[in-house]
């Protein structure tokens, strides 16, 4: 059944990302992009304006509070802070078999890293590259 399926899906509320602690989260106010990130938008938008205040994690200090030793498929959508995420979490990194994530060749944010990074930072942590778009 759905429900059976469900019960095994945890949610938590808070924001993986390059360091522990509370960071601004900017959310669209008018639901129109259905995005919310933590890097400032490089074009200031009305809607964009006012962020709020969440808990950030990184993906090493979550899995050491949930005891989690390995990922087997790490899927990230995360506007942006993926690149920090990843260098700040070596630990759990190293673990991980398959990354599929987004990233971005121009400065749709503030401080991200882009493209050419990530997959630099990727390699020389083993990964190979599969498919790049």
């Given at each position: 059944?759905?429900?059976?399926?469900?019960?095994?899906?945890?949610?938590?509320?808070?924001?993986?990302?390059?360091?522990?602690?509370?960071?601004?989260?900017?959310?669209?106010?008018?639901?129109?992009?259905?995005?919310?990130?933590?890097?400032?938008?490089?074009?200031?938008?009305?809607?964009?304006?006012?962020p709020i205040k969440v808990p950030v994690l990184t993906l090493d200090k979550w899995a050491e509070?949930?005891?989690?030793?390995?990922?087997?498929?790490?899927?990230?959508?995360?506007?942006?802070?993926?690149?920090?995420?990843?260098?700040?979490?070596?630990?759990?990194?190293?673990?991980?078999?398959?990354?599929?994530?987004?990233?971005?060749?121009?400065?749709?944010?503030?401080?991200?890293?882009?493209r050419d990074e990530i997959k630099t930072f990727l390699e020389d942590a083993g990964f190979k590259?599969?498919?790049?778009?």
């Amino acid at each position: 059944s759905k429900e059976s399926l469900y019960n095994s899906i945890k949610t938590y509320q808070l924001a993986l990302g390059g360091t522990n602690g509370m960071l601004n989260f900017y959310v669209d106010l008018q639901d129109t992009s259905c995005i919310s990130f933590l890097y400032t938008p490089a074009e200031k938008k009305k809607f964009f304006e006012t962020p709020i205040k969440v808990p950030v994690l990184t993906l090493d200090k979550w899995a050491e509070l949930q005891n989690v030793s390995h990922i087997d498929f790490l899927y990230l959508d995360m506007q942006g802070a993926e690149g920090d995420m990843l260098k700040a979490s070596p630990t759990l990194l190293k673990t991980v078999k398959v990354i599929e994530l987004e990233f971005y060749t121009y400065p749709v944010y503030e401080g991200i890293m882009f493209r050419d990074e990530i997959k630099t930072f990727l390699e020389d942590a083993g990964f190979k590259t599969l498919y790049l778009e």
